[in-house]
Nanobody, 127 residues
Framework: QVQLVESGGGLVQAGGSLRLSCAAS????????MGWLRQAPGKEREFVAA????????KLTDSAKGRFTISRDNAKNMVYLQMNSLRPEDTAVYYC????????????????????WGQGTQVTVSS
């Protein structure tokens, strides 16, 4: 089992940047596919970005391509989401999530694939 704690959210103007961090507990962090998902008010939770166990494979939702970067540091049990050129439509609660995965290269891009979730961090982008 893994416990996840997000940080780094906040209020930013459109065009600005934020870096979200997720700290994971446990000694088997490298066994987990990690993802960032978000939920805006009145909307369903949606996939944003994911990274494979080694960090060699990543996947981004179309709206994040060219603006967001996901990365991980297995030595520190950390995963990050660098968000640039933020837009008001990026406003949401962002969740860090984990999936225990045997496939070394797999990235999970569906909300239902994730087993463990953090408490979320609010990102608000003003226009």
């Amino acid at each position: 089992q893994v416990q996840l704690v997000e940080s780094g959210g906040g209020l930013v103007q459109a065009g600005g940047s934020l870096r979200l961090s997720c700290a994971a507990s446990g000694r088997t962090f490298s066994s987990y596919v990690m993802g960032w998902l978000r939920q805006a008010p009145g909307k369903e939770r949606e996939f944003v970005a994911a990274i494979s166990r080694s960090g060699g494979n990543t996947k981004l939702t179309d709206s994040a391509k060219g603006r967001f970067t996901i990365s991980r540091d297995n030595a520190k049990n950390m995963v990050y989401l660098q968000m640039n050129s933020l837009r008001p439509e990026d406003t949401a609660v962002y969740y860090c999530a984990a999936r225990n995965e045997g496939n070394f290269f797999y990235v999970a891009s569906r909300v239902r694939e994730y087993e463990y979730w953090g408490q979320g961090t609010q990102v608000t982008v003003s226009s």
